[in-house]
């Protein structure tokens, strides 16, 4: 599993009915995207949720490597390239994925992290793990990731809710469209 996201945080002016509107128009376009585990279309609106800016910030979790870069490669991507100017993708290599018992995502909770300095590399990521196995059995979770960028060396930890997510700390994001063509391929549990 593999995890990515990319954020374009817009002017405190902008109207997000265009982005609603992007989304209801092309958010389909990816319901049946082979080797996409799920992408969550989410935003934020500044003033709502605590958030201090308005953002479109998809995230994905990708089954494979080949969907993902044809993804970026293959024309997927070039339309936010094309109408917002090319933003930074960032990636993280899967370290767990949980199904809850939530039916219908609205909410997504999103929470970055460094990895502690000092200590075993083991003990960081299987506190991440065990982060998405409690998230996931939470009330109204639809599901819950954990993930890590060895290059900045940070966890990520993504979770889906039915309601307003539980206070974990992190940035609270509403989901406009959920695809989600392999997300029962998405492996389950821990990722080694």
Do not use: C
């Given at each position: ?56 910030a998809p995230f994905y979790l ?131």
């Open positions: 599993m593999h995890a990515m996201q990319y954020e374009l945080t817009l002017p405190a002016g902008y109207d997000m009915g265009i982005i609603r509107d992007r989304v209801a128009r092309r958010g389909h376009l990816l319901d049946d995207w082979d080797g996409l585990g799920l992408k969550a279309y989410l935003i934020r609106e500044r003033g709502l949720r605590g958030s201090p800016v308005n953002q479109y990708w089954n494979t490597v080949a969907g993902m870069n044809a993804f970026l490669w293959g024309g997927g991507f070039q339309g936010v390239g094309d109408d917002f100017g090319r933003p930074s993708a960032r990636q993280w290599t899967g370290l767990a994925y949980e199904e809850g018992k939530g039916s219908h995502a609205r909410f997504a909770l999103r929470r970055r992290q460094p990895v502690p300095d000092g200590g075993l590399l083991a003990d960081a990521v299987e506190a991440a793990v065990d982060e998405a196995r409690r998230l996931a059995v939470a009330d109204g979770a639809l599901l819950a990731a954990a993930a890590v960028d060895t290059g900045r060396w940070e966890l990520v930890h993504f979770s889906l809710w039915e309601q307003d997510p539980p206070q974990a700390g992190g940035e609270v994001f509403e989901v406009l469209h959920l695809s989600a063509p392999g997300r029962d391929l998405l492996p389950r549990g821990r990722q080694w």
